[in-house]
């Protein structure tokens, strides 16, 4: 097949002077990327070079996200499910979760992915219900065929603060450390032994293997590789999406920042200490992002406590990331 015009020019100018002509073409990416990054307010180079995932990216893979009842967890969540993930969905017993676990269970279909597992539990609930929470959520795993805990746990559940610190009642301050930042380290812990299994699993067997059947007296034929996955073949992850609040000074968050950053450092620490042994964490760091809805409203802490606040203007929203644009 003959080849297009200026294609057939560019590889015989890179034949005829390979290294000027590599440098034309990296000095016109670096452009690109520097254009892109000149014209984006909600984003670093590093992630507008970043191509977007390919198709089954988390194919055989497990996902465990919490706060997946509205708002950006959901979002993720369905996303995951797009990418081929069987999805465990979190949050306060709700119609809301229902809802949410319908709308990821649209997108693992049109996927091809395992529907998801609705997992309910309250975020502050202790360590003997933690336990059983994530023992359910290593059973949904190995059921689904993934492994014997979940690969990704993705920490969306918390809640923000409007209100001055010289006027915020104790209670509340101690209500955002507990759901920002305790209630989080406590599943983290709770779920460790899961994401240390799937690591094990994952180092014995190969990246995603499901077991084979003791039913039959006749062996298994070995199932189709995966997907090349975004996720590392012998590693677990945790990702927290944290808040830019945790490094800047936010007027009227200061009990939100504080927590946010606790949390941030745990990880950071943890991921040190389990490093050699598979499991990864991250922190993401967004900006302010337009939730909330008139049917949903965003609930935030005042000064003595919750409050919904209303859905943000369009000229507020304009100024937010959009949960889609996050995720």
């Known amino acids: 097949m003959a080849m297009p015009p200026l294609l057939e020019a560019a590889t015989s100018a890179i034949a005829a002077h390979p290294l000027p002509a590599l440098a034309a073409l990296a000095t016109c990416a670096a452009l690109f990327r520097l254009a892109r990054f000149a014209t984006a307010d909600d984003a670093d180079g590093a992630l507008l070079g970043t191509r977007p995932p390919r198709a089954g990216a988390y194919a055989r893979r497990t996902v465990w996200v919490t706060g997946a009842s509205q708002g950006l967890g959901l979002e993720l969540a369905v996303r995951y499910a797009a990418l081929g993930a069987h999805t465990i969905l979190s949050a306060r017993p709700s119609p809301r979760l229902d809802g949410a676990g319908a709308a990821v269970a649209a997108a693992a279909a049109a996927a091809g992915a395992p529907p998801p597992t609705l997992l309910p539990f309250d975020a502050r609930a202790g360590a003997e219900e933690l336990g059983r929470v994530a023992a359910a959520a290593a ?3 190995e059921a689904a065929g993934s492994g014997p805990g979940p690969d990704l746990l993705v920490l969306c559940a918390g809640a923000s603060q409007h209100a001055a610190a010289s006027a915020t009642d104790a209670a509340v301050s101690d209500a955002l450390f507990e759901l920002n930042c305790v209630a989080p380290v ?3 812990r709770a779920a460790l032994p899961g994401l240390l299994a799937a690591v094990a699993a994952r180092q014995v067997g190969g ?3 499901a077991a084979p059947s003791s039913s039959s007296s006749s062996p298994a034929a070995p199932p189709p590789p995966p997907p090349p996955s975004l996720l590392p073949p012998t590693t677990a992850n945790i990702l927290s ?3 830019m609040a945790a490094l800047i000074p936010a007027p009227g968050q200061a009990a939100y920042g504080a927590s946010k950053a606790g949390l941030a450092m745990f990880l950071a620490t943890l991921a040190c200490e ?3 042994k598979g499991v990864r964490a991250s922190v993401f760091l967004p900006g302010p992002i337009a939730t909330g809805s008139a049917s949903a409203p965003r609930a935030v802490y005042g ?4 409050k919904a606040l209303p859905p943000p203007s369009p000229a507020e929203a304009a100024k937010r990331l959009s949960p889609g644009r996050c995720a």
């Open 207 to 209: 990246a995603g293997a």
């Open 303 to 306: 000064s003595g406590g919750p």
């Open 139 to 141: 059973a949904a795993a």
């Open 241 to 243: 999406i944290n808040s």
């Open 274 to 276: 389990l490093g050699d």
């Open 186 to 188: 406590r599943l983290v």
